[in-house]
């Protein structure tokens, strides 16, 4: 039964630490995204890739949050500095898409690293 | 960016009863998924829709891509305790380019089911 896996599954960390999550897609699945949810923004994009080029990252803060992909078996989302608001349950999704081909449109997601920033 | 409007926003029900929540947009979406949330996991999907007009079951949930691809529903019959939990819908835009795969998600309806 194949699965997106996240490491780890909660870190409590304290203001100003780096943050490291880390996510393995669906062996074969050539997209990857990161999403963020909160009670109150819900689940809000924050970066894709594809065949581990980035296609989109407008949703993420630049200042502080980056995401790689250094093979096609890890994908990584890092805050560095950490706030108190960037806690919440941070989410990696992949998928098998071919563009022009809306039957690829699903996404799996995996359990989530929930954030704790003190 | 893109809009869902998902509703109702919470729902209390006896279990037994069945029940019924929607998604509508005011651009067209090419691709509608329902997903369920269960506490401390990730969303699984539930019934992907491809084509409007389509009506899928899963067993007891049945989810319908709106004639107009601006809309969908999910509809559970006879719900039970395990159905707990958060419905999101999630749809593509209708972008084309490599926006496939790209979901807008709905804020989720949080279903309470009492025994």
Not at chain 1, 77 to 101: H, M, T, W
Not at chain 2, 18 to 42: A, H, R
Request: aromatic share 10%; glycine share 10%.
């Amino acid at each position: 039964d194949a699965r997106v896996t996240q490491t780890p599954r909660h870190k409590v960390t304290e203001m100003g630490q780096e943050v490291t999550m880390r996510c393995q897609p669906i062996l074969g699945h050539n997209t990857v995204f990161w999403y963020r949810q909160t009670m109150m923004q819900g689940l809000e994009l924050l970066a894709y890739f594809r065949n581990r080029a980035p296609l989109d990252d407008s949703g993420m803060p630049k200042d502080r949050f980056s995401a790689e992909m250094p093979d096609a078996t890890l994908a990584t989302l890092k805050i560095q500095p950490s706030e108190p608001r960037d806690s919440a349950v941070y989410f990696c999704a992949s998928g098998l898409v071919n563009d022009g081909d809306t039957y690829t449109d699903t996404q799996y997601f995996g359990p989530g690293t929930r954030l704790t920033v003190l | 960016g893109q809009q869902l409007n998902q509703s109702p926003q919470s729902m209390f029900i006896q279990e037994g009863e069945d029940v019924s929540m929607n998604c509508t947009s005011s651009s067209i979406f090419n691709t509608w998924l329902w997903y369920k949330q269960d506490p401390g996991e990730g969303p699984v999907l539930l019934i992907a829709l491809y084509k409007a007009g389509e009506l899928t079951s899963n067993g007891r949930l049945t989810a319908q891509f709106g004639i107009t691809r601006k809309d969908s529903f999910l509809n559970i019959s006879a719900s039970i305790p395990s159905d707990v939990g958060i419905y999101f819908c999630a749809g593509r835009p209708d972008a084309g380019g490599t926006s496939y795969g790209k979901l807008t998600f709905g804020q989720g309806t949080i279903l309470t089911v009492h025994p």
